[in-house]
Each structure stands twice: as structure tokens, then as C-alpha cells.
Nanobody, 112 residues
Framework: QVQLVESGGGLVQTGGSLRLSCVASASILSFHGMSWYRQAPGKQREKVAH???????TYADSVKGRFTISRDYATNTVYLQMYNLKPEDTAVYYC??????WGQGTQVTVFS
């Protein structure tokens, strides 16, 4: 069973940036795709970015133009670069393998 470990969360001011990392214990080449989700207090978990094995990328409307998903096959890492952060981006961020497990999550808190 592949394991995912997220990192990079933290406390940042409105307009700031963070880069989240998700390291997989197996080759990400073997996955059909990977996604980043987030869950804010009292809200449902939502998908914010997805990348397929072929490199096709989609974003939630709420983060388009501000977030970028990318991957590094050499280190089995998927990244979520977040720019121009807003208080409404505050959530626990999770990575997930398509059809596979979730990571443990990393907290992102944006204050004004």
C-alpha cells in the first residue's frame, strides 16, 4: 500500500505564497493521476487540483490562476504551489492517488 506524506503547510498572510509537497512511497509513474484536496472547518472536502499520468491538469475555479500543480518523477513528489493566498484558502490540504490512499494532510492558515 503506497503511503503519502504531505508537508509545507503553515501560517501566511493574505497575498502570500506557500508550496505544498506530497512524497509518495512508490513511483508516481505507476499512478493514473494525483490530486490535491482541501477541507475547511465545517465544509466538505473539495478537489482543488488534479494531474493525470499524461500531464493533463485541471483546477477548481476558486484557485485557477493562483495555484499550480506539478510533479517530480525523480523524487516521487507532487507539488501544489499556491500564490496570492486568501483567508478562504484556509484548510487542511490532502494529496491523493487516483483510486488509492490519502495523505495525512497539512494545515494551511491564511490571515488578513
Amino acid at each position: 500500500q503506497v503511503q503519502l506524506v504531505e508537508s509545507g503547510g503553515g501560517l501566511v498572510q493574505t497575498g502570500g505564497s506557500l508550496r505544498l509537497s506530497c512524497v509518495a512511497s512508490a513511483s508516481i509513474l505507476s499512478f493514473h493521476g494525483m490530486s490535491w484536496y482541501r477541507q475547511a472547518p465545517g465544509k466538505q472536502r473539495e478537489k482543488v487540483a488534479h494531474i493525470t499520468n499524461e500531464g493533463y491538469i485541471t483546477y477548481a475555479d476558486s484557485v485557477k490562476g493562483r495555484f499550480t500543480i506539478s510533479r517530480d518523477y525523480a523524487t516521487n513528489t507532487v507539488y501544489l504551489q499556491m500564490y496570492n493566498l486568501k483567508p478562504e484558502d484556509t484548510a487542511v490540504y490532502y494529496c491523493k492517488v487516483v483510486g488509492g490512499p490519502w495523505g495525512q494532510g497539512t494545515q494551511v492558515t491564511v490571515f488578513s
